[in-house]
């Protein structure tokens, strides 16, 4: 497809369970951004990717939080022992580098509601 | 530490009236770069404008435009002729230095009523 996939749009799991969220960024895109946004919030930034590496994790909030991408392509976002209070819409973007004068393009979520 | 407020969390406006959204955040750096991003119900960010901060000269776009004042540190946004279409959660947010962070406010409600 022509932007941002990810799959599932809705995951709702029981609470300590493992989850795994998926991002297929735009080809060709070397940056990719995980998001969180919480209900009637702005966006909070989670993890960077530049390729393969993590080159900023500084945004997820604990050990629980993991991401991955492999091949510098799709990005896997995994949440272990999850709890109430991960209830949110993750947000992936990607751009083609990582600089302020291209444009990130965002996918519609996956919103994540643990009960 | 980057900062983004959008004091109005909410606003409603007749069709046809113009209406401002306004931004101030806060930054170190000084070069960064701030956007404008719609977000309809969909829920997909759809972004709208990307300005430099070296570039404070004033855009518009139709019936949007954006006035960028450093001397304020402020990124207003104003739609003109608002339409019914116009409705939906409109975020600013800057990105850093670095380039790998964009700290987002916590977004306008914008609902336009016929």
């Known amino acids: 497809g022509a932007g941002v996939s990810q799959t599932p749009s809705n995951k709702v799991t029981e609470k300590g369970k493992y989850v795994e969220l998926r991002c297929d960024p735009i080809?060709?895109?070397?940056?990719l951004y995980w998001y969180r946004q919480s209900l009637g919030q702005g966006p909070e930034f989670l993890i960077y990717?530049?390729?393969?590496?993590?080159?900023?994790d500084s945004g997820l909030p604990n050990d629980r939080f993991f991401a991955v991408r492999p091949e510098g392509s799709v990005s896997t976002l995994k949440i272990q022992r999850t709890e109430r209070g991960d209830s949110a819409v993750y947000l992936c973007?990607?751009?083609?580098?990582?600089?302020?004068?291209?444009?990130?393009?965002f996918g519609q979520g996956t919103r994540l509601t643990v009960v | 530490a980057q900062k983004v407020t959008q004091a109005q969390t909410e606003i409603s406006v007749v069709e046809k009236e113009d209406v401002t959204l306004d931004c101030v955040y806060e930054?170190?750096?000084?070069?960064?770069?701030l956007f404008w991003y719609k977000q309809p119900p969909s829920g997909e960010l759809v972004f709208l404008i990307r300005?430099?901060?070296?570039?404070?000269q004033n855009e518009i776009s139709g019936r949007y435009s954006w006035n960028f004042q450093k001397s304020t540190s402020s990124f207003n946004f104003t739609i003109t002729a608002s339409q019914v279409v116009d409705s939906a959660v409109y975020f600013c947010?800057?990105?850093?230095?670095?380039?790998?962070?964009?700290?987002f406010g916590g977004g306008t409600r914008l609902m336009v009523k016929p």
């Open positions: 990717f530049q390729g393969t590496g993590a080159a900023d």
């Open positions: 947010a800057l990105l850093n230095n670095a380039g790998n962070m964009l700290t």
């Open positions: 930054t170190r750096d000084t070069t960064y770069y």
């Open positions: 973007a990607s751009s083609l580098t990582m600089t302020g004068d291209t444009e990130a393009f």
């Open positions: 300005r430099n901060s070296f570039d404070e």
């Open positions: 080809s060709g895109h070397t940056a």
